[in-house]
């Protein structure tokens, strides 16, 4: 076991450090889905900067060491995002980035979903909606029983709450308080299809979790301080697990990406890319 | 023949707790069917390693899946209908992709469920879980056997289905019945015609190569416990040695153990073959035994289908 960081420490030049961060890896969504010629750009762009702030100032864990028993883990439930997890884990140094060039790619490790036996870093194979959760439980109940201190974080959609298993978990990590597990609902409000609230409202989500007998905290999930307030407020509470309802946008930091459903499952051609890189700043450097 | 009759699911549940003693990292799931399939035996003994989620199958083996990622052994049970029915996508994503170290132990499988009728009664399960890569399919003939796969499978890694039934079962072998995974057992040895079997059909399958016997036909008779990795080699030596097969099974016909019989020596060394089991058809309320009758699961009707096969092969 090992020390904590006190991430609400120095934010005066945290934060700037952070939306340094999101901003590379943005640019490495983009530019992954667009060389693959399919994947799901609006949805990892919207969950970046809780990934950011995770990966890089909140969990405790170690690129050099990937099974690390005591580190914290992730669920990528919204296995779809993954190349916004691919993208933060080579950035942290699981792997190198250029290899998130080769994602979908016949033999790649980066598959269209992540896969825990093919690239380091990832503590699960996800891409099936609304087993995360549970997959989350099972760690966190291992965690308790073998008295680790680690913390599990589950990242959800909000058009993946649509499941019903999320609701299974829901109501047994409440019934259990299962206070190291924290989970993130990537509420971007949009689905494949149409705006999640004309498919099948999954609001108000706040309340649904706090009546199975979860914290709650609703955030700006593009507020950094915002995003490590919340986490540090989740570590805080010792009687039940907390969700964190994270107002995201679809698309976020491309203009003509933001708020628009199609981007969902669609990369941007290779002239569009160009013209988000520019108003991303420029390419990867 | 008179047999002597035990319950698998005992020899599950009781196994289950010796094993819990000699491994610590052994944790146990149950889906508000403990008693059913004996867990509760477990629950008792280690209530801090056993976990009942209530009636939620899907969360249970994601939860299973989570703890397996910690190197938890992890047994996951309920009716056989559910683990594998009700749960399929999440044993095929959360388990059987990742290829973690869960043991879905499910009881209550096949028409022998009984009153419950065909919401209940899994004869599909076979099917489903076989077709899964890295999964691997056992389904025990009795007491005895069941005590040695539950044991040998927590020395082994890897997703694992075994199928259990629900009724007492003729004791076939003893304690001193050694279990293989992926090796099956030879009871009889016999040059006429081969009568390969599973589950609670062994003991019938025995019964008709006595009958067969007394007719001068010398029938093998093997238990193909491992449905998956199947034991294609013995299938493949009763092919050229007897020339014909014929399959008995508490399952479909189609997809189960006698397909998976069949593909190898249709492949390997084609012979007459046919299939005991249920024909394709949902069951329905009724006693074990009556609908055993009812469906064709009898000794009568492997006797008959294997002189059909005979007839086949002149």
């Known amino acids: 076991m090992s020390q904590r960081l006190d991430y609400l420490k120095d934010l005066e030049n945290v934060i700037p450090d952070l939306e340094k961060k999101a901003n590379r890896a943005r640019k490495w969504i983009l530019k992954m889905t667009t060389e693959a010629g399919s994947g799901h750009p609006g949805g990892s762009l919207s969950v970046v900067d809780v990934l950011v702030a995770l990966y890089f100032r909140v969990m405790r864990h170690n690129p050099l060491n990937p099974r690390w028993e005591d580190r914290d883990r992730l669920v990528l439930s919204k296995g779809h995002a993954a190349p916004a997890l691919y993208a933060v884990l080579a950035m942290a140094g699981y792997f190198p980035e250029e290899e998130l060039m080769t994602l979908r790619k016949l033999g790649t490790r980066l598959q269209g979903h992540p896969s825990m036996r093919l690239t380091p870093g990832v503590d699960m194979s996800t891409g099936s909606l609304g087993q995360g959760l549970s997959v989350g439980i099972g760690m966190a109940l291992a965690g308790k029983l073998d008295r680790r201190d680690y913390r599990v974080y589950v990242l959800l959609g909000d058009g993946e709450c649509q499941e019903g298993q999320v609701w299974e978990a829901a109501m047994f990590a409440g019934h259990h308080r299962l206070e190291n597990l924290c989970a993130v609902v990537d509420n971007n409000k949009l689905q494949l299809d149409a705006p999640t609230d004309k498919i099948v409202s999954v609001e108000p989500l706040a309340p649904k979790f706090e009546a199975f007998g979860w914290n709650a905290i609703v955030i700006n999930g593009h507020d950094f301080k915002e995003i490590l307030m919340a986490f540090r407020e989740a570590e805080k509470v010792r009687d039940r697990p907390t969700v964190i309802i994270s107002n995201t946008i679809k698309g976020k930091g491309v203009s003509f990406m933001e708020g628009v459903v199609k981007y969902h499952g669609k990369p941007l051609t290779p002239e569009q890319l160009k013209a988000a890189l520019e108003e991303l700043g420029g390419d990867v450097e | ?314």
């Open chain 2, 1 to 314: 023949m008179k047999w002597k009759y035990a319950n698998m699911r005992d020899a599950f549940g009781k196994t289950l707790v010796e094993l819990g003693k000699k491994y610590p990292q052994i944790v146990v799931l149950n889906a508000d069917l403990s008693s059913s399939t004996r867990t509760h035996y477990f629950e008792k003994e280690f209530p801090e390693r056993f976990w009942n989620v209530g009636v939620a199958e899907q969360n249970m083996m994601g939860i299973a899946a989570g703890l397996a990622t910690t190197g938890k052994i992890v047994f996951a049970s309920t009716f056989a209908m559910f683990a594998t029915g009700r749960a399929y996508d999440q044993v095929r994503q959360s388990i059987a992709y990742p290829a973690l170290n869960v043991k879905i132990v499910a009881s209550h499988a096949g028409i022998t469920v009984g009153g419950d009728g065909a919401s209940h009664q899994m004869h599909e399960d076979i099917a489903l879980m076989r077709v899964l890569p890295n999964m691997t399919v056992i389904v025990p003939a009795d007491f005895y056997e069941t005590r040695k796969v539950i044991t040998s499978i927590v020395e082994t890694g890897g997703p694992t289905y075994v199928r259990m039934a629900r009724t007492d079962t003729p004791m076939i072998y003893d304690e001193d019945y050694v279990f293989r995974i992926g090796k099956a057992d030879l009871l009889s040895d016999g040059d006429d015609v081969t009568i390969v079997a599973m589950g609670l059909m062994l003991s019938k399958a025995i019964e008709a190569a006595d009958e067969l016997k007394k007719e001068g036909i010398s029938a093998r008779v093997i238990n193909m416990s491992t449905v998956k990795p199947l034991d294609d080699k013995i299938v493949e030596k009763a092919a050229r040695e007897t020339g014909g097969i014929v399959t008995a099974e508490e399952h479909n016909v189609l997809m189960g153990m006698g397909s998976a019989v069949a593909e190898v020596i249709a492949e390997r060394y084609p012979v007459p073959i046919k299939r005991v089991g249920i024909p394709d058809v949902f069951g329905e309320s009724g006693e074990s035994e009556e609908l055993m009758e009812a469906y064709g699961l009898t000794v009568k009707n492997i006797v008959e289908q294997t002189r059909l096969v005979m007839k086949m092969r002149e």
